[in-house]
């Protein structure tokens, strides 16, 4: 019997042994995990502070365009007020010539 008796004593003692490195190995897996999601929720704050910046840097060349097509677009309409003015008076400065011959003889 103290044979068996020593057997079982082994026994118990591996299966303690291997009861404390599987645990230590949940310990580690658990550890392990919380640095990659940690790992994650860093690299997604990342990714959303450069999709911000994208946005924003988007937004400011947008801004600028739309600024400089209304730049554009208000002095080529000056310039066709300017055109039409001046055919006006012109037109005018007929008429009142064409006016003129017809009254006075």
Known sequence: MDVS??????LASREAALDGQIEAARTQ????????????AR????AEARAKAMQ???????????QQI???ASAGAQEQA??????AEAKLGQ??????????P
């Open 29 to 40: 897996a658990q550890a392990t995990v919380a640095a990659a999601e940690a790992e994650a």
């Open 56 to 66: 924003a840097e988007q937004e400011q060349q947008l801004a600028a365009e739309v």
């Open 43 to 46: 690299i997604l704050q990342d």
């Open 95 to 104: 008429a009142v010539d064409t006016i003129m011959r017809a009254v006075l």
């Open 70 to 72: 209304r730049t554009q």
């Open 82 to 87: 300017q055109a039409t003015r001046a055919r």
């Open 5 to 10: 008796s020593r057997v079982l004593s082994e």
